[in-house]
């Protein structure tokens, strides 16, 4: 680190001090969606920021038109990224098929016009917690479910440039502090490991 410029020493000191994100497994996570299986709002909200990664503002501003069913992706207005030109900038998300299907149901059966969630952020947050606790879950709140994406991409073999675009971030040294739990957990394996 000693041979770098000053500006990447401080950024690399940044990433260094920053705790390591909480998140949950994917048993977690499906045990989240299995609590509020009978609502469909509940269970669209909880599986959209597990299977997408979106921060729960950019979540609440979907609009039916931000569903491509047909490409499978979701245009996502990243909430903290302005194109060089100023203008609001957007970021394509892969979904699963699944996620596509309980999209355009949910739309269909719920007679969407415009927004896909009609709730505050502060509603947001109480709907995830009340699912946590009743899934035996504690201290989730929506950036759980963010941080929860980002690690599953990253034990899946994403890369680190492809998990930066997916989560928006303008830095990778932003996306690295996830390598802290890969990192981490990889001690744990070599632990068992006899030579």
């Known amino acids: 680190m000693d041979n770098l410029p000053v500006v990447q020493k401080l950024s690399m000191a940044r990433y260094e001090s920053k705790d390591i994100p909480v998140y949950l497994s994917a048993p977690e996570v499906n045990a989240m969606l ?4 009978d609502n469909k709002r509940d269970h669209l909200l909880i599986n959209l920021l597990w299977q997408t990664g979106c921060r729960i503002t950019e979540a609440l501003k979907l609009t039916k038109n931000d569903i ?13 990224k302005r194109t060089k030109k100023g203008r609001p ?5 892969p979904m699963s098929a699944e996620l596509s299907n309980e999209l355009a149901s949910y739309a269909l059966t719920e007679n ?9 952020r502060q509603r ?15 201290k989730v709140h929506p950036h759980t479910l963010r941080h929860s994406f ?4 990253l034990f899946s073999g994403v890369p680190l440039p492809v998990l930066q675009k997916l989560l928006g971030h303008s830095s990778i040294l932003t996306s690295m502090i996830y390598l802290r739990v890969v990192q981490q957990d990889t001690r744990q394996f070599l632990s068992g490991v006899k030579f």
């Open 68 to 80: 491509d069913t047909y490409n499978l992706i979701v245009k996502v207005l990243t909430e903290k």
């Open 150 to 153: 980002a690690i599953h991409c």
């Open 89 to 93: 900038a957007y970021r394509m998300i």
């Open 112 to 120: 969407i016009i415009d927004k896909l969630f009609d709730i505050t």
């Open 34 to 37: 299995e609590a509020c299986k």
């Open 124 to 138: 947001a947050f109480q709907i995830i917690k009340s699912v946590a606790n009743r899934a035996g879950i504690n």
